[in-house]
Each structure stands twice: as structure tokens, then as C-alpha cells.
């Protein structure tokens, strides 16, 4: 057997979401059943040398699943970095993995792209469309890859779910709803936070959005019956203001999917949970698909039969529940990105810039229509 592909990472942003992306590069590959690919930390950048150094510290000392790869060389040549400049010019990083707040990744990823790297930037992809079309603009012409990392399109669960439609079992879809809600005791917290403060992207939109729209590209824009894949329109849109600080207490917004003769209604919600049986439910003509919370890591779905109409006969439950050997599941994810670079793609079909494009394109028109002290901020894109 020949020896697995290595792909070097930098990270940049030493928050939660950098620290478990990168913990979960230092878990057995092989308690996901993959052989061909690995993955290592070159380098890591902060803001402080210092910073850096507690980051990689931390990671040497995590538990199993992670002190695995610790055990085996996986940060073995990991470099501090006092800039994330300093990671974009290492030449023995192959790819950037972007962890920064939401208005920071345009600019970010700019910077490392444009230093030749490949670019893996976190969800939302960049606070506008504008900023998101000059970074898929400099990727093509650098031929460099560039993904928005949306892990939930990689869970085995997804996979699962789009076997069902494609099966047929279910007809056409009619209706769709999707809520990522979460009482986040937002009086507790300072306005200085990321999901109070307007100048990091704050509220639910941008924070939380993501997760009801990939089940809506995953379900309805991918359904088979969805031959043309034409992007939906926004049809409605609503948003709760937050008082302490402007930002989306709550938001919603409608979707047509034209072809399919389908609507979708998405939400998000910082002030309350979501309901934990049904927080994605695609109803179709034969039955209905529902899948249980947390939208962003679901484990179960389930199919169930309509009353008095033939169709799906008997509900049944599927488990995709991630096990703790497994990590945090980030890593399915960073094994696509893998495979890609290796075989010198610069786009991953599983998570495509133009479907990217038509997410962002909605998180646009709602903040655009709203109103919340972030309607009329414009990015950094052409600076």
C-alpha cells in the first residue's frame, strides 16, 4: 500500500474553532476508515509569539483522540508564528486554514492567497458577496484552491440523507424549515463579543446562518429533481433587533425553489433553543424527512410516514452519530481538502464557490433588508 498523501497545515486564529479544527488533524485517520491522506501542523499564527506558543502547547498535551497524532510527529515541527504574514510565507505550509472572526476573513485569506497559498476559510466565507467574489477571482487566476468550510457537508450523515432523495422514496419535496436556534444569555455577555459586536459580524445571521442554509443546498438545491440548479429567490425576510448593541437577535428569510415548486423557511435565534427532534424537517409528497438537532452536527434522522395518504408506510430512525474516537468531526472535512490539493484540484465538488456564492448572496439580502446597524457595512473587498 502506498504511503498516504501528508498535507502541511497553518493555522491562523488560535480561538475555539482554530483549536478544534486543528486537534482533530491529530486524530487516528484510520478511526474514519481513510489510509490515504494525513495531515500535519507546520506552523501556527497569532497575534503574539507568545499566544502561538500556549496554542501548540495545549495541543501537545490534549488527550486521546488527539495525542495520537501528538505521539506520532504531527506537530513534531510545528513553528510559533508572531504574524499570520509569517505563515502565509512559510514555505513548508501547502494550505492556510483561516479561524478569524467573519469580518477578518476576507482580508485574511487575501493575504494568503496572494502569497500562494491554498485557502481553507471558515464559515461564513467573508461578510459580502463583493468579498467573496474578489477571493474566488484571485484563486482562479493563481489556480490556487479555495474552500468555505462547511463541515456539516462532509458528516456521514449528510451523505446519508441525499441516498434517501436520490432513492425517490419520498416524491418531491414541498415544504422545507430549518432553525438554528440557541439561548446564548446574551444579557451575560459583553458587547465586546463576537456575537454581540457589530465590527466582528455580530449576531445570528452571519454567526449561525450557515447551518439551516446547507441542509437547504444539501436537500432541496441538490435534490435530483432540481435539474436545473437554479438559485433560489429570497422571497421574505425578518429580522429582531437586539437593543444593547444593533445587531440580529433573530433572523428570517423565505426561499423559492422554482423548479422544484418548493418554499423553505430558515431561522436563526439567539434568545431560545430550537426544537432538538425537528430542527431541519423537508416534508414531501410520500413523507417527510426530519433531522434531529444540532443542525451543525447532527447525529439522527428520521423518515415519517403522512397520515391517511399512501406513500412511506413505517417511520424509521437512522443513527450517523459521530463517536468520540472520531473527534469533534471537523476532519472529514480537512481529508476532502486533502485528497483535492493532492490530486491538484482547486475546487472541491462537494463544496463548490458557486454554491458558496448563493449562500452568501442570501445572508446579503437579509441584512440588506433589515434593520440592524450592520444593513449599510460594506466589506473590504478592492482594499
Not at 296 to 311: L, N, S
Amino acid at each position: 500500500m502506498a504511503a498516504p498523501y501528508t498535507l502541511r497545515w497553518g493555522i491562523i486564529s488560535t480561538g475555539w474553532i482554530s483549536t478544534e479544527f486543528t486537534e482533530d488533524l491529530l486524530v487516528d485517520p484510520a478511526t474514519r476508515n481513510v489510509n490515504d491522506v494525513a495531515h500535519v501542523v507546520e506552523a501556527v499564527g497569532s497575534r503574539s509569539l507568545e499566544s502561538a506558543q500556549k496554542f501548540i502547547d495545549k495541543l501537545k498535551a490534549a488527550p486521546e483522540p488527539y495525542a495520537w497524532g501528538v505521539a506520532r510527529g504531527a506537530l513534531d515541527k510545528t513553528k510559533a508564528r508572531a504574524s499570520y504574514q509569517e505563515v502565509y510565507d512559510d514555505p513548508d505550509v501547502d494550505v492556510v486554514y483561516i479561524g478569524t472572526p467573519v469580518t477578518h476573513h476576507h482580508k485574511d485569506a487575501k493575504a494568503a492567497l496572494l502569497a500562494g497559498k491554498h485557502v481553507v476559510c471558515e464559515k461564513p466565507f467573508t461578510f459580502d458577496l463583493a468579498e467573496l467574489d474578489e477571493l474566488i477571482a484571485i484563486a482562479r487566476e493563481k489556480k490556487l484552491f479555495l474552500m468555505e468550510a462547511v463541515w456539516t457537508r462532509f458528516h456521514p450523515i449528510s451523505y446519508a440523507v441525499q441516498d434517501v432523495l436520490a432513492s425517490g422514496v419520498l416524491g418531491r419535496p414541498r415544504r422545507y424549515a430549518a432553525d438554528f436556534s440557541k439561548d446564548f444569555k446574551l444579557e451575560t455577555k459583553p458587547i465586546s463579543h463576537r456575537l454581540l459586536a457589530p465590527e466582528l459580524g455580530g449576531g445570528g445571521l452571519l454567526d449561525m446562518g450557515p447551518y439551516p442554509s446547507v441542509w437547504a443546498m444539501l436537500t432541496l438545491h441538490q435534490h435530483p429533481l432540481n435539474t436545473k440548479r437554479t438559485p433560489p429567490k429570497v422571497v421574505n425576510t425578518y429580522q429582531t433587533i437586539y437593543s444593547r448593541t444593533g445587531v440580529d437577535a433573530r433572523s428570517r428569510w423565505v426561499l423559492e425553489f422554482e423548479e422544484l415548486g418548493a418554499e423553505g423557511i430558515l431561522m436563526t435565534d439567539m434568545l431560545c433553543q430550537n426544537f432538538k427532534e425537528g430542527a431541519v424537517v423537508l416534508q414531501c409528497e410520500e413523507g417527510d424527512l426530519v433531522i434531529e438537532s444540532p443542525p451543525q452536527k447532527p447525529g439522527v434522522f428520521h423518515i415519517v410516514p403522512h397520515e391517511e395518504v399512501d406513500g412511506v408506510k413505517e417511520r424509521s430512525t437512522h443513527d450517523y452519530t459521530i463517536p468520540a474516537a472520531q473527534g469533534h468531526g471537523l476532519a472529514f472535512e480537512a481529508d476532502a481538502v486533502a485528497r483535492c490539493i493532492r490530486d491538484g484540484q482547486t475546487e472541491c465538488p462537494r463544496m463548490p464557490l458557486d454554491e458558496s456564492r448563493i449562500v452568501q448572496s442570501w445572508f446579503d439580502a437579509v441584512r440588506k433588508n433589515g434593520r440592524t446597524v450592520m444593513r449599510d457595512m460594506e466589506g473590504t473587498a478592492g482594499k
